[in-house]
T-cell receptor, first 113, second 116 residues
């Protein structure tokens, strides 16, 4: 089975601060990697995904993530957060050729105006 | 397109009661999933279905049953509800049938279930 670690459970930042949320997974083979976001009172929606190619992927709203295979990591970054980024963020690796996603425990981001 | 819809939005049950959570998608997706979300635990997969007529267990299937009624609908049934099943339940769908492909999941708005 796959395990997923999101080390930061709760992050509080001021607007314009930079963000990096960690995600590590355990599977040693080929993985597809996703970050989902859940805004308060809303359902989960895709932020970005990585399948192959350039390990630096860009998503919506200025977010990006870097896949580092040697570190089993897929960290999420944003250079300058906004109050509207307040949400819960979930990392979700998927083992290639398996139809199941494994979600991390989530990181709650609170951005102070 | 409505995307993924779930009913009901809220439900309160007494221990031992049964109920069915409904999920439907209008995106012609093949795969459908049921998750539960508990504080600090992320989403845990209960059951999934890669295509009409097939279902498979996820991480936490005990106490639940599912039915893939047709390509659009995937229901989750609690036969005898327990307080440990108090949670928020999310349904999701995905275009692919297998694990390959670049397809992500699309989620419904969730059902908040309380079992007293």
């Amino acid at each position: 089975a796959q395990s997923v670690s999101q080390h930061n459970h709760h992050v509080i930042l001021s607007e314009a601060a930079s963000l990096e949320l960690g995600c590590n997974y355990s599977y040693g083979g080929t993985v597809n990697l996703f970050w989902y976001v859940q805004y308060p009172g809303q359902h989960l929606q895709l932020l970005l995904k990585y399948f192959s190619g350039d390990p630096l992927v860009k998503g919506i709203k200025g977010f990006e993530a870097e896949f580092i295979k040697s570190k089993f990591s897929f960290n999420l970054r944003k250079p300058s957060v906004q109050w509207s980024d307040t949400a819960e963020y979930f990392c979700a690796p998927k083992i290639y050729n398996f139809n199941k996603f494994y979600f991390g425990s989530g990181t709650k981001l609170n951005v102070k105006p | 397109n409505a995307g993924v819809t779930q009913t009901p939005k809220f439900q309160v049950l007494k221990t031992g009661q049964s109920m069915t959570l409904q999920c439907a998608q209008d995106m012609n997706h093949n795969s459908m999933y049921w998750y539960r979300q508990d504080p600090g635990m992320g989403l845990r997969l209960i059951y999934y279905s890669a295509s009409e007529g097939t279902t498979d267990k996820g991480e936490v299937p005990n106490g639940y049953n599912v039915s893939r009624l047709n390509k659009r609908e995937f229901s989750l049934r609690l036969e005898s509800a327990a307080p440990s099943q108090t949670s928020v339940y999310f349904c999701a769908s995905r275009r692919g049938t297998s694990g390959s492909g670049t397809y992500e999941q699309y989620f419904g708005p969730g059902t908040r279930l309380t079992v007293t």
